[in-house]
Nanobody, 124 residues
Framework: QVQLVESGGGLVQAGGSLRLSCVGSRLTFATYSMAWFRQAPGKEREFVGTMWSGGSTYYTDSVKGRFTISRDNAKNTVYLQMNSLKPEDTAVYYC??????????????????WGQGTQVTVSS
């Protein structure tokens, strides 16, 4: 079945940067829209950003100007570049894949396949 594997998480000081990667297998990667979500302790999973299969991107307001999503279809990989990290960015970050994503893109239910998550911790 489809598999998504995230990597790149870790501990970083506030103001620092991290780049997360998500490698997909057993899917026609280029035909999928990809998204990043995150879940902090005691909170619901929240939408971070998406790159649709056509290449356009959208981000939640709290990360605009700091986070950038990119993808390399030849490597079946989507990236999340996170700059100017803040303690409130601390969470488990998940990548997700889906097709025919519509106006509900910001909901977990809209996405079909999920990775196992990678922890990002930002210290103050």
């Amino acid at each position: 079945q489809v598999q998504l594997v995230e990597s790149g998480g870790g501990l970083v000081q506030a103001g620092g940067s991290l780049r997360l990667s998500c490698v997909g297998s057993r899917l026609t990667f280029a035909t999928y829209s990809m998204a990043w979500f995150r879940q902090a302790p005691g909170k619901e999973r929240e939408f971070v950003g998406t790159m649709w299969s056509g290449g356009s991107t959208y981000y939640t307001d709290s990360v605009k100007g700091r986070f950038t999503i990119s993808r390399d279809n030849a490597k079946n990989t989507v990236y999340l570049q996170m700059n100017s990290l803040k303690p409130e960015d601390t969470a488990v970050y998940y990548c997700a894949a889906g097709r025919r994503i519509m106006s509900d893109y910001y909901t977990s239910a809209a996405w079909t396949h999920w990775g196992q998550g990678t922890q990002v911790t930002v210290s103050s």
